[in-house]
């Protein structure tokens, strides 16, 4: 297997704008002759499939809700970053591509970063444009707030909804091309394999999740827009339905994955409270704009979070980040909260959390002032845990949240199987090991609006190849292999449902993949997964039939995707022997208990190629090469 | 806790669905409704039953793809509250709890509890966008929009889609849905250019798709889980009103009926 991001020559600046005006087009009446098929619609995918309609291709998008405007990058809340230095504070495209690397721990692709440093600016325009309610200040223009890992405020939002406005603007762009009949939207449909012809990304296999009914689909590209796959870990803020099938599935037929043990635990989530609790909810990043975060100084103290005098709580990211306090990074935040908690610091049940305080906040400001920028997630939080956050601080803990890893891309977003493309969460591309707040929803329309309708047109313009249709044999062979796999699950018929062996493997990766990681840990979990998965296939219920609305069936077929792809997550972790941003391994740290990267042996990329079930698969390396920016230890001190 | 629960069972579009009752023991102050339901699921599947269907996704009270109706009240009792955010403390020992889909003429039940709400996709497929195409925009501080009306329109933005207007109306109506996405849009200078063929070309579809009208029963906003006002349905109605009046043409595919 080849890696070749296939960077375009030039400096730095140069090269998008480069590749842009000397890209091959494909002619404006050849474009609907293409059809390309567009799986997932949130942010990444729905901005793609508007897009791409707009500018005249034939486009199929797919997605597993009922509607497109329920992706999950509805969930988003804090908001958007753009160097559009709006602030006059000192941003500039530069400071954004330098802080996203720096955030990411330099370990991500120069050239990518600085491209999406680049269009963040015009993403702003588009969103403003389709009618994005962006919160403004009294003179009209746009606001700005502040987020974790960087000195400027470029973070664009609404109220604490921003995913769910940028998103509403995707889908608005996307039903306007339903409408006119240039996209073909199939809500519902679950894509269950990648067709392959000839080395080529040719085509989908789907399953209707009303009717149950299996089919294919053929087109000349296939973009893959699904999300991550934090939901591996069974508890993580993503919706129940975000999955990995599709890319893992992908992976399976050939395309490389890239630094799966890259995942982010984010640190303001509220606690998990009892056994059977089916999701954590995140409390957005931008609360620690207003909000300090504390533990008791002594050990085991019960008191009440307002009978500790303030002599005797512990401003721990104040304490020891004093550049950027309570906006330290969230890799690093959270492994804070995680000491203070192993320490017997922590507050609340089990004694996993830290407070959120927003007293000091009040007094200042106001309570006025503070539910006008936080209203809502005050009022989630305290449906949540029947607590009044305006009166008892908030008690928070890291949780599962976004994943950098995914399929490996080059610079045009091309996975390692020719025609296959990758945007937003599913793909490794911009963040390297650690992702800096705002930054996805950043990402994923920079890659569905501004990058793919250039990178896609290159690759169409290249392929001259011959017109697929479903009646190639390479699709009743993926019919046949997922039919298998659907009549496999069914016939189970064991005892156990298929949410006890998810939580089960949740479980061990969170105790041994989470935020502390040792080579005796992770090499006991590939034991477990192992085991587990085996059982899995033995063990499992799966009630109802396959030609029937079965949700059952649907999570049975995901979570046989999470034993494997939980498996390699642990195996990249295993062979990294160094700290870098959410990748902490306890045998490479400092005295002072931070991340020691190890820039001689592993500044790069990590693609892992499949080798088949039950067999280990091949690590293959991307060298990242730092050319504008200086490998510097990073520090937030 | 121990609860009697009464769920409607419906094995697909054509079956006539009927009330089905089971007694679920250890139900925990902390659960939400649908923990609760996953909880009897696990029960269910335990004895080779097969579970409740039911929708839902980010569980967090913002993707709108949960939507009961919950001892007759869509969402619950729980003002401003989706059922994936009802927690089972607000219920008792011993309570007796009536769990329906949402139930409308426009949403029919696929399954169970699941209903198909498209309808809502193909009225903003009919108009619920501004025409950007992407890359065209200007700055986006080149249009000052004053805080007050930025404000006002995220108020009715803040729709989630979930249904739950149509459910509680009696008559079925849309409105509600309908008039938030109209004012989110009317309201901010970007929406102008399309604001009545918006207006006409959504309302054609809306009643296309066999919603009923809009009567002021003022249940919608009851029950809403964001809280949108019926304000904004005097908005819609004026905007409509003006686009009839002025009677502009309807950009082809857009029309009621079309796609
Ligand atoms: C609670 C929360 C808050 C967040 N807040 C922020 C924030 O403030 N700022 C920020 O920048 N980022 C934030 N993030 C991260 C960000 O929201 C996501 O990374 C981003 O929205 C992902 O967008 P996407 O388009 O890649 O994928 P998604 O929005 O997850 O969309 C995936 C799409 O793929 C479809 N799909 C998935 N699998 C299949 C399949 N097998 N077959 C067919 N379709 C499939 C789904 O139906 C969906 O349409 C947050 C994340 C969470 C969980
Ligand atoms: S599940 Fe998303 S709103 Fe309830």
Known sequence: ?637 | MKLTLHIWRQKNRSDEGRFVTYELADVDDHMSLLEMLDLLNERLIGKGEEPVAFEHDCREGICGSCGLVINGIAHGKEKGTTVCQLHMRHFADGDVVYIEPFRARAFPVIKDLVVDRSAFDRIVQAGGFVSARTGSAPDGNAVPVAKPVADLAMDAAECIGCGACVAACPNGAAMLFLAAKISHLGLLPQGQPERSARARAMVSRMEYEGFGSCTNYRECEAVCPKRISVNFIARLNRDFMKASLFNETIPAGKAAGGA
């Open chain 1, 1 to 637: 297997m080849k890696l070749d991001a296939r960077i375009p020559a030039g400096s730095l600046e140069e090269k998008w704008t480069r590749y842009r005006s000397t890209v091959k087009l494909v002619g404006p009446n050849n474009k609907r002759k293409f059809h390309v098929i567009v799986v997932g619609t949130g942010l990444a995918g729905a901005s793609a499939a508007a897009t791409l309609a707009e500018l005249g291709y034939t486009v199929s998008a797919f997605c597993y809700q009922d509607s497109a405007r329920r992706a999950h990058s509805i969930a988003a809340q804090g908001g958007i970053n753009a160097a559009k230095n709006y602030q006059n504070d000192g941003d500039s495209v530069y400071r954004l591509f330098y802080e996203t690397v720096k955030g990411g721990d330099f370990r991500a692709r120069e050239a990518n970063v600085y491209r999406l440093a680049e269009v963040s600016a015009a993403i702003i325009d588009q969103c403003v444009a389709q009618g994005v309610p962006f919160a403004r200040e009294y003179s009209g223009t746009l606001s700005n707030r502040s987020f974790g890992g960087s000195l400027v405020s470029r973070t664009f939002y609404a109220r604490g909804q921003t995913g769910q406005q940028l998103l509403l603007g995707a889908y608005s762009a996307l039903s306007k091309q339903i409408g006119e009949g240039a996209v073909k939207m199939y809500p519902r449909t679950e894509m269950l394999d990648l067709v392959v012809v000839d080395g080529t990304a040719r085509g989908i296999v789907v399953r209707d999740l009303v009717t149950g009914k299996v089919e294919a689909h053929a087109g000349d590209a296939v973009l893959l827009c699904t999300g991550g796959y934090s939901n591996a870990f069974f508890l993580s803020t993503n919706a129940k339905g975000c999955n990995a099938t599709a890319i893992w599935r992908a992976h399976r037929r050939g395309a490389a994955f890239a630094n799966p043990c890259y995942t982010q635990i984010h640190p303001t989530c509220i606690p998990q409270a009892g056994p059977t609790q089916s999701k954590l909810t995140l409390m957005s990043e931008s609360l620690r704009n207003d909000g300090r975060v504390w533990v008791p100084k002594k050990t085991g103290d019960t008191r009440r979070p307002g009978d500790v005098p303030t002599g005797e709580r512990d401003y721990y990211l104040e304490r020891i980040y004093p550049t950027y306090g309570n906006l330290a990074p969230r890799d690093v935040s959270s492994r804070a909260a995680k000491r203070m908690c192993d320490e017997g610091r922590g507050v609340g049940p089990g004694g996993r959390g830290v407070y959120l305080d927003f007293a000091d906040s009040i007094a200042r400001l106001g309570e006025g002032v503070i539910r006008d920028r936080y209203g809502n997630l005050f009022e989630m939080y305290e449906r949540i845990t029947g607590e009044d956050p305006y009166k008892v601080p908030m008690r928070i803990y890291p949780a599962p949240h976004y994943t950098m890893g995914g399929l490996w891309v080059d610079y045009g977003l091309m996975s390692t199987i020719p025609g296959l493309f990758v945007l937003g969460e599913a793909n490794f591309s911009d963040h390297g090991a650690n992702r800096l707040g705002a930054s996805a929803l950043m990402q994923g329309l920079a890659d569905g609006y501004f990058v793919i309708p250039y990178t896609l047109g290159e690759y169409l313009a290249g392929s001259a190849g011959a017109k697929v249709t479903p009646s190639h044999p390479a699709f009743a062979e993926t019919l046949a292999a997922v039919a298998t796999t659907t009549e496999k699950l069914l016939a189970v018929k064991g005892s156990r449902s298929v949410d006890s062996f998810h939580r089960e493997l949740g479980a061990v990766m969170w105790d041994t993949c989470g935020m502390g990681r040792t080579a005796e840990g992770l090499k006991s979990a590939i034991a477990q997964i192992r085991a587990l998965g085996e059982r899995y296939w033995q063990d499992v219920r799966v009630p109802g039939a396959g030609e029937d609305f079965n949700p059952e069936l649907e999570k049975a077929g995901r979570v046989a995707d999470y034993f494997e792809l939980g498996e390699l997550m642990c195996r990249d972790a295993l062979e990294r022997n160094e700290s870098c941003g959410g990748h902490f391994r306890e045998e490479y740290q400092t005295a002072e208990g931070e991340a020691l990267r190890n820039d001689t042996d592993f500044c790069h990329a990590a693609a892992w190629e499949w080798t088949g079930p039950g067999k280990d698969p091949i690590r293959h390396v991307e060298p990242l090469a730092f050319e504008s920016i200086q490998l510097a230890t990073r520090s937030y001190k």
